[in-house]
């Protein structure tokens, strides 16, 4: 489904928590997107802890999501009770269609529930580029409100705007005397 060409404002209140509820992020008008992973990273990753995981069975012997590996996982690892699976919140907000890695989509649309193979989630990860690392850099970085244009322009005095504008009236002015000169 593609994204609406109207802008409407997105109330992140109303944002799932449960990663299997969530729709893609290619859903999101564009411009809404950095809201939107505002707001998830705000809350933070999906891990409800309390929660009765329930036991499946593998290879005759019974597994479950461990709730150890929100512990070890913390910052990214976050788990699904509609869909009993383990989903990366960093690679749900910026991985992206065309960009592949290991583990494809199962810890971004349809969910991990390999219980049997947490090998899987450090395979996740992977090296210091993988695309999990990149995505979690992506995060950081949305986060990080001093690195903002917007908020530098913000923090600009009014006095220092007036100054700006003074200098680039004056920078114009005499491009232009030179422009009407030859010069």
């Given amino acids: ?29 564009p411009d809404e997107r950095d809201e939107v992973r505002r707001a998830y990273l705000q809350k933070g990753p999906s891990q409800p802890r309390n929660h009765a995981f329930p036991q499946i069975s593998m290879y005759g012997n019974m597994r479950r999501f461990n709730v150890a590996w929100f512990g070890e996982y913390n910052n990214w690892l976050e788990y ?7 989903f990366c919140l960093c690679c749900y907000l ?52 001093r690195q903002s244009i917007q908020t530098a322009l913000d923090k600009q005095s009014e ?3 007036a100054d700006y504008r003074t200098r680039l009236t004056a920078s114009v002015d005499v491009a232009r005397l030179l422009l009407v000169e030859g010069i």
Avoid at 80 to 86: F, H, L, N
Wanted: net charge positive; charged share 25%.
């Fill in 80 to 86: 699904s009770i509609k869909e009993d699976a383990a």
């Fill in 94 to 145: 910026f991985k992206t269609d065309e960009v592949s890695h290991f583990g494809g989509d199962a810890f971004t649309s349809k969910g991990f529930r390999g219980w049997n193979k947490m090998i899987r989630f450090k395979k996740h990860v992977g090296g210091v580029n993988s695309v999990h690392n990149q995505c979690v850099k992506r995060c950081e970085d949305l986060m990080m409100q």
């Fill in 1 to 29: 489904i593609p994204f609406s060409t109207q802008r409407s404002r997105i109330d992140v209140s109303a944002l799932p928590s449960d990663p299997g509820e969530r729709k893609p992020m290619s859903q999101y008008h």
């Fill in 159 to 161: 006095q220092a705007k």
